[in-house]
């Protein structure tokens, strides 16, 4: 049994927060063809199961039947909760299908935290598609929660190819940022208007 094995076993069997930790590559790209392919089969018969890790794993494993797994779920799953968003984050990162993404308008809008949260997050996440990112500047207008709307600001600003990731970047954007996602929802929604006419958001 090698090591990277017994990593990935280690893994596997995790309870408490360790389970809540995930999987990470490493614990598939240093197994060997037969050791992963088997690691492969466990964790998409966990993901099967409901298991929301394993799902969130999906993405590491690099093997259709992953992608089979997440698209299996998505079409049977209903419930507009954290797993849910597992399971759209991880068909999205598996195959880049706009429904995945998609999918998320319907926990921000209606979904209750943390799922709603869970979705924000994973959606800011993701290069928006068009109608991700006009969806994005209308939740962005009327979004209270401050921490949201700097994440939907961030998101739509690097939708339109403007860097904000890195924290240089983000401090030399910060007005921009601010601006779109000001406290008083008037003042947010006249940079958006500005911002979705191709203009400066900061005015």
Request: hydrophobic share 55%.
């Amino acid at each position: 049994m090698s090591a990277a094995w017994q990593a990935f076993v280690q893994q596997y069997d995790a309870q408490g927060q360790a389970a809540l930790e995930g999987y990470a590559r490493r614990h598939f790209d240093d197994l060997d063809a037969t050791e992963r392919a088997r690691a492969a089969a466990l964790v998409i018969a966990r993901a099967d199961a409901g298991s929301a890790a394993e799902v969130r794993a999906l993405p590491l494993l690099a093997v259709p039947d992953a992608e089979r797994c997440a698209a299996r779920l998505f079409a049977r799953h209903r419930a507009h909760d954290t797993l849910y968003v597992a399971i759209c984050e991880a068909g999205w990162a598996l195959t880049a299908d706009p429904a995945y993404q998609h999918a998320l308008f319907a926990v921000i809008d209606h979904g209750a935290a943390p799922a709603r949260g869970a979705a924000l997050t994973a959606l800011c996440a993701m290069a928006l598609t068009p109608m991700a990112f006009e969806f994005a500047l209308a939740v962005l207008r009327r979004e209270e929660d401050r921490a949201a709307a700097v994440a939907l600001a961030r998101a739509a600003l690097r939708h339109r190819g403007v860097a904000v990731d890195a924290q240089a970047d983000f401090m030399r954007e910060l007005p921009r940022v601010r601006a779109l996602s000001h406290v008083n929802l008037h003042d947010r929604g006249a940079a958006i208007g500005r911002f979705e006419a191709g203009g400066d958001p900061v005015g």
